[in-house]
């Protein structure tokens, strides 16, 4: 793994970590929309490029994979498969299979061996498989959870019925304070009941339609984002005890901490309607770079303070940062890079 250089006293964050980090502010300004685009192109960005697949490996790949398997030991209701979405929960593997193999043709092997027979090869992690699908006894795990120990992504699934979408599986260990074992069937319109102004506003209204008629073969994206203290991929409402306190705290530490710890937290979110089962699979997939990261990356510096300063309350409350976004907003101000004295004549 590549560290930045730390001249600077910086974070040391590993160099690709920014290079893929996925800025999600297009304006100064930022309010709820159906931010919803074709997941086709990359997107470039001033410190290098993110979006060129619907899955993404980086160098914190087996160190949040380990915090998966950690999480889910502990407490299993983060995974959940209702029994009627057992096909889409195959059909995701095999569906996020053929994307690894497409996208990481080094690593990542998918082979037919005839059939309903395949062959699974993760070199990263050391693993060969053989399967056939839809057989559960061929299998080491319950395929959500099996595909889910060897993405960073979370995964949802989304059912269709009754005109509406329900969210009957997934495995989901990186919540941003929300609870999946909380969730889990119900519909979208329920799920995103929580959320301030976007009932009014009809995002989610648009959202929902927009997503019945998605089709398979043309995966949609868009970006979430919030602040977090520390690397804490984990910040679901069950464990908020862990998490809660720290918005307290970090309003009383100094500037080089507040840099360091807090966070801009980014979801990329991947909406893909399976070919076989009919289901939607969303996968949020967790980026995190520290605000005096941010601010060597001088365009990021001064939107991100824009938009932190600017925030409605409502939103920041929701959000969880009221309590510290004007001082992010300050630090990243005050972060300006120096201008150069004028040379004399
Ligand atoms: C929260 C929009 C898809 C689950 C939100 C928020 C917005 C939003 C604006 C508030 C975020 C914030 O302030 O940090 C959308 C749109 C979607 C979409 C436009 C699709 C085009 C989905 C899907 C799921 C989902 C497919 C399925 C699991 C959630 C959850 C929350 C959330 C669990 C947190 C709600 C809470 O506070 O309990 N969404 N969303 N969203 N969304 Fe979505």
């Known amino acids: 793994m590549t560290t930045l250089e730390n001249t600077t006293g910086t974070t040391p964050v590993a160099s690709d970590l920014v290079a893929g980090f996925p800025f999600p502010f297009p304006e100064d300004r930022y309010r709820y929309s159906t931010n919803v685009e074709p997941a086709e192109q990359p997107v470039v960005t001033p410190a290098g490029q993110w979006g060129a697949a619907v899955v993404d490996i980086d160098s914190e790949y087996r160190s949040e994979l380990d915090q998966r398997a950690a999480i889910l030991a502990a407490d299993p209701s983060r995974h959940a498969v209702l029994p009627h979405m057992v096909p889409a929960a195959w059909d995701t593997m095999l569906t996020l299979m053929r994307e690894l193999d497409a996208v990481y043709p080094e690593q990542m092997h998918l082979e037919n061996l005839g059939g309903d027979e395949w062959l699974w090869r993760n070199d990263i992690l050391g693993i060969e498989q053989c399967f056939r699908y839809a057989d559960a006894a061929t299998l080491p795990d319950e395929p959500l ?18 005109d509406q979408l329900f969210v009957d599986a997934g495995v989901v260990t990186f919540a941003a304070d929300w609870s999946f074992g909380f969730d889990v069937g119900m519909s979208f319109l329920e799920i995103h009941g929580p959320v301030p102004r976007i009932r009014k506003e009809g995002v989610i209204t648009r959202a929902h339609e927009f997503l019945k008629r998605l089709q398979p073969h043309q995966p949609y994206r868009r970006t979430n984002w919030t602040l977090t203290i520390d690397r804490r991929l984990d910040v679901s409402t069950e464990i908020y005890h862990e998490w809660g306190p720290d918005r307290e705290t970090i309003q009383h530490v100094d500037d080089e901490e507040f840099g360091r710890r807090v966070h801009l937290r980014v979801e990329v979110q991947h909406l893909i309607r399976l070919p076989d089962s009919g289901a939607i699979v969303f996968l949020i997939r967790t980026y995190l770079l520290p605000l005096d990261q941010l601010a060597t990356v001088e365009p990021w510096r001064r939107r991100a303070a824009e938009v932190l300063a600017e925030l409605p309350a409502d939103m920041a409350e929701y959000k969880g940062i009221i309590k510290y976004r004007d001082r992010a907003a300050q630090y990243l101000r005050d972060a300006a890079p120096v201008a150069p004295l004028p040379s004399g004549p």
């Open 145 to 162: 959870r099996y595909i889910a120990s060897q993405v960073q992504e979370d995964i949802a699934l989304l059912d269709q019925r009754n």
